[in-house]
Nanobody, 124 residues
């Protein structure tokens, strides 16, 4: 089971840190990704960390603002979101899988395990 947490209401320009934890398994050698879905929009890729934190991927829309990191001791992957904008408002999902290849990290279909999502609202 994956669980994303840390969402909430924040003003434009503010920061939030989302956490993705796994219960019942260690996913330090899994690819873990963040996706988001805004109202009326399709779910889109935000970023991912490949197996063993060997490589980080980010969508162009969040580069320079969002950072993904992994804490293997806590079995947790973080999404640090800075300089938040109203267009970042969405439900954020974490996904994981042990078999993702590097060319597929941005593809939803590559991930077999999903958490229920956490709401992020950026508004003044």
């Amino acid at each position: 089971q994956l669980q994303a947490s840390g969402g909430g209401l924040v003003q434009p320009g503010g920061s939030l840190r989302l956490s993705c934890t796994a219960s019942g398994r260690t996913f330090s050698n899994w690819a873990v990704a963040w996706f988001r879905q805004a109202p009326g929009m399709e779910r889109s890729f935000v970023g991912a960390v490949h197996r063993g934190s060997s490589r980080i991927y980010s969508a162009d829309s969040v580069k320079g603002r969002f950072t993904i990191s992994r804490d293997t001791a806590k079995n947790t992957v973080y999404l640090q979101m800075n300089s938040l904008r109203p267009e970042d408002t969405a439900v954020y999902y974490c996904a994981a899988d042990p078999s993702v290849i590097s060319s597929s990290v941005a593809s939803e279909s590559a991930y077999g395990y999903w958490g229920p999502g956490t709401q992020v609202t950026v508004s003044s």
